[in-house]
């Protein structure tokens, strides 16, 4: 079945530098890799999302990059803000016929940002 | 604002004893699906439905189990309460191949 990894655990940037978040996955089939942003009481938050037809996808200062031939993508955000505090998950999951599979998660990036 | 909504938001329950939790999705979303998430880990696939049939499972025994209803909302069941049943239970619907839409969970501690 499919494995994701992701990396690091933890991660302390200064405010306005920028944070990359790595995930590695197993299963070449897996075609949906979503990103969410979880702070405690808020739930998950959908934050990104890319799909296997695509490399990249950018939205405003969160974006997320692809590689198929690696198995590898990685969120990347810039200008960070304390408000981006928080711990992101990575995801993939298999999508076919209009189904939406169930996601696999990574184990979660805890984000500080220090003003 | 999430459109997802599930209650209750707190439960502590003895071993032994059985639980409900319950989530109201988006009208139209036709997938749910229950994820259960330890300390300090990710989000683990427990089960999905797709319009009130189950469709896939993750590695949960059978004392987990769960109900879709005509409305969009849901049930998460789990019998014979273990110590190690003790985590925050999220559920998620979605339509189609679009994104899941997470509620904010039901942490369950177990004593």
Not at chain 1, 33 to 57: A, C, H, M, T
Not at chain 2, 28 to 46: D, E, K, M, R
Not at chain 2, 84 to 100: E, F, I, K, M, Q
Request: charged share 20%.
């Amino acid at each position: 079945g499919e494995n994701v990894e992701q990396h690091p655990s933890t991660l302390s940037v200064q405010e306005g530098d920028s944070a990359v978040i790595k995930c590695t996955y197993s299963d070449s089939a897996s075609n949906y890799f979503p990103w969410y942003k979880q702070e405690l009481g808020k739930g998950s938050q959908l934050i990104i999302d890319i799909r296997s037809n695509v490399g990249e996808k950018k939205d405003q200062r969160i974006a997320v990059t692809l590689n198929k031939t690696a198995k590898h993508f990685s969120l990347h955000i810039t200008e960070t803000q304390p408000e981006d505090s928080a711990v992101y998950f990575c995801a993939a999951s298999m999508n076919y016929g209009g189904s939406q599979g169930n996601l696999i998660f990574g184990k979660g990036t805890k984000l500080s940002v220090k003003p | 604002e999430t459109g997802v909504t599930q209650s209750p938001t707190h439960l502590i329950k003895t071993r032994g004893q059985q639980v409900t939790l319950r989530c109201s999705s988006q009208s139209g979303h036709n997938t749910v699906s229950w994820y259960q998430q330890a300390l300090g880990q990710g989000p683990q696939f427990i089960f999905q439905y797709y319009r009130e049939e189950e469709n896939g499972r993750g590695n949960f025994p059978p004392r987990f189990s769960g109900l879709q209803f005509p409305n969009y909302s849901s049930e998460l069941n789990v019998n014979a309460l273990e110590l190690d049943d003790s985590a925050l239970y999220l559920c998620a619907s979605s339509v189609r191949t679009y994104g899941y839409t997470f509620g904010s969970g039901t942490r369950l501690t177990v004593v």
